[in-house]
């Protein structure tokens, strides 16, 4: 059973997988001592504070730390290595199982598994704490195999995975609708599970796309104010995001809205955020220096959220310049420090480390 008690206990505790699980999930789990280099190499690339605990070649399969979040409240994601974009698959570690064998289309037709590797399967979820989720997603596999597009079958794992987190209630959603039709999901989505940005980021981009005439400033202030290396393409325009589509990912519809509003809040619009949002949205050659000028200006005032803008920061920067964002680097492991992120200070110190800076 893993040990989440730190990230140090976490790293050591990780079980191993076996080959067929391993076939299954299509990755390879990380030795311990392989997981210091890997973080480092990610911040490199400019993924700020995660846990690189498995990967699929080149792509890495994190958990990702959070000021204030403990470690087995914290999501699971994909970091990319073609782009500087993460997928979230998992609200947390104890469901990783299911969500990887959801985001990777278990139920299709082509894939078969085995009544050995299924028990198997089941049993190293346990390891993670919670088999329940990955037991009743491959129960609905013969089920969902039925249904031809891929998209709407990862969506429909998800649904049956874990039917109550509001995470996987968003990815369901998100992943089995699109177009038009994530007007009518959206309406119940908006009443039960708002705060998750992704449902966000589709409510602001439907309007605006579609122009309902529906005011969204509230929802586009929020999307300013939020993460924008992980999930930032769900659109509605496909099924699931658009890797790579940051010219029309819904950061971009919300500030547009957001500038073509006549009476705004002077506060917000004077703030570091809103500048830093503008130059992010009227260059294709940002480099991210607005958002760490916010994140240290929001330091003593707002912590986490200035953690979340030098993360912001750092990957525009990596993007832009295809160099590591050392001063972001550098400020979020300070800002870790002075408030006592534990976790997120290791891995931190971890990437400094490993970097020599």
């Known amino acids: 059973m893993i040990n989440t008690d730190s990230v140090e206990s976490l790293s050591n505790s990780l079980p191993s997988g076996s080959h067929d699980v391993e076939r299954a999930l299509m990755l390879k789990m990380r030795l311990s001592d392989a997981i210091s280099p890997a973080t480092a190499s990610l911040a490199q690339r400019g993924y700020l504070g995660c846990l690189p605990f498995a990967h699929d070649e080149r792509d890495e399969i994190v958990l990702r730390l959070l000021p204030e979040r403990d470690l087995d409240d914290s999501p699971v994601a994909i970091a990319w290595w073609s782009v500087t974009e993460g997928m979230t698959i998992a609200p947390d570690l104890s469901r990783f199982v299911a969500g990887r064998l959801a985001q990777t289309d278990m139920a299709d037709p082509d894939r078969k598994i085995s009544d050995s590797t299924r028990a198997r399967l089941i049993k190293f979820a346990a390891e993670f704490g919670d088999k329940s989720s990955t037991e009743s997603l491959l129960d609905s596999v013969d089920e969902v195999r039925s249904i031809k597009d891929s998209s709407v079958r990862a969506g429909k794992l998800w649904e049956v995975a874990c039917p109550d987190d509001p995470l996987c209630k968003a990815l369901a959603g998100a992943w089995t609708h699109r177009r038009k039709e994530v007007g009518d999901w959206l309406k119940q989505a908006m009443r039960e599970i708002s705060d998750v940005e992704i449902v966000l980021r589709l409510y602001v981009t439907y309007h605006v796309i579609y ?93 986490a959220l200035a953690y979340t803008h030098a993360a912001n920061a750092a990957a525009f920067y990596a993007r832009e310049t295809e160099k590591t964002p050392i001063e972001a680097i550098i400020f979020a492991h300070e800002l870790a420090l002075a408030n006592d992120w534990k976790n997120l200070s290791t891995v931190l110190e971890w990437t400094r480390a490993e970097i020599g800076i």
Do not use: C, M
């Not at 309902?212 to 099924?239: I, M, N, R």
């Open 211 to 303: 122009q309902t005439g529906t005011d969204v400033t509230e929802e586009a202030w929020k999307l300013v104010a939020a993460d924008d290396v992980f999930d930032p393409t769900y659109t509605g325009a496909s099924y699931g995001p658009t890797k790579g589509a940051w010219l029309s990912e819904a950061l971009t519809y919300a500030i547009r809205w957001l500038q073509e509003q006549k009476r705004l809040d002077p506060q917000r619009t004077q703030s570091e955020l809103w500048k830093a949002a503008q130059a992010y949205e009227d260059s294709e050659n940002y480099d991210g220096s607005e958002h760490l000028a916010a994140a240290r200006k929001l330091a003593t005032e707002n912590p």
